[in-house]
């Protein structure tokens, strides 16, 4: 019975090594924004390409991080949460390394701003600010202001440093996000 079910065991690993490569390259279009972990509550998720659909209130001390772990250039990702402000304001505090090469090459790194009218509704993008760096590691600040305090927004973080996905400009880093300046 024991050589029976390692010998299934072994022929479904062997089977599923086989079929990999075709399911890589149908998912692959789905599944390049796979590059960003989000922090909250000291649990660690891997995020999607897609619009966020969980809610946080960024009021009173309430805020988000989230981990960019080599995004790759050409690619992006968003957070895991859709946020309300009650200040009319949303400031994204990053702490940015160059990963991939380490050349000193110009590192680009998009924030965008969405905005919905509704919890339900997918959003646009609504401001864009771009973080530039040269140097090994920065700290920058993004801020978003004159935000309606009745709609929703949510953040993508694409790395704009070469359209040539594999150049290895990658970025990695922190993203503090929170309605007071911090």
Same mark, same amino acid.
């Given at each position: 019975?024991?050589?029976?079910?390692?010998?299934?065991?072994?022929?479904?690993?062997?089977?599923?090594?086989?079929?990999?490569?075709?399911?890589?390259?149908?998912?692959?279009?789905?599944?390049?924004?796979?590059?960003?972990?989000?922090?909250?509550?000291?649990?660690?998720?891997?995020?999607?390409?897609?619009?966020?659909?969980?809610?946080?209130?960024?009021?009173?001390?309430?805020?988000?991080?989230?981990?960019?772990?080599?995004?790759?250039?050409?690619?992006?990702?968003?957070?895991?949460?859709?946020? %309300?402000? !009650?200040?009319?304001?949303?400031?994204? $505090? @990053?702490?940015?390394?160059?990963?991939? +090469?380490?050349?000193?090459?110009? &590192?680009?790194?998009?924030?965008?701003?969405?905005?919905?009218? %509704?919890? !339900?509704?997918?959003?646009?993008?609504? $401001? @864009?600010?771009?973080?530039?760096?040269? +140097?090994?590691?920065?700290?920058? &600040?993004?801020?978003?202001?004159?935000?309606?305090?009745?709609?929703?927004?949510?953040?993508?973080?694409?790395?704009?440093?070469?359209?040539?996905?594999?150049?290895?400009?990658?970025?990695?880093?922190?993203?503090?996000?929170?309605?007071?300046?911090?």
């Amino acid at each position: 019975m024991k050589r029976f079910l390692v010998l299934t065991l072994a022929l479904t690993l062997s089977l599923g090594v086989l079929c990999s490569p075709a399911f890589a390259s149908e998912n692959e279009a789905r599944t390049q924004g796979v590059i960003i972990e989000a922090m909250y509550d000291n649990d660690v998720e891997l995020r999607l390409a897609e619009p966020p659909r969980e809610y946080k209130n960024l009021g009173g001390s309430n805020n988000y991080t989230a981990n960019i772990v080599d995004l790759a250039a050409a690619r992006g990702t968003y957070t895991k949460y859709y946020f %309300t402000t !009650s200040t009319g304001k949303i400031y994204v $505090k @990053t702490d940015l390394v160059r990963s991939g +090469t380490t050349a000193t090459v110009d &590192r680009k790194l998009e924030v965008r701003l969405y905005e919905k009218a %509704t919890a !339900s509704s997918i959003g646009s993008i609504k $401001k @864009t600010e771009t973080i530039e760096f040269d +140097t090994s590691e920065v700290t920058e &600040r993004v801020s978003f202001t004159g935000l309606d305090v009745d709609k929703f927004y949510y953040i993508s973080f694409f790395n704009v440093s070469s359209t040539n996905a594999g150049s290895r400009l990658d970025i990695s880093g922190t993203a503090l996000i929170d309605d007071t300046y911090n």
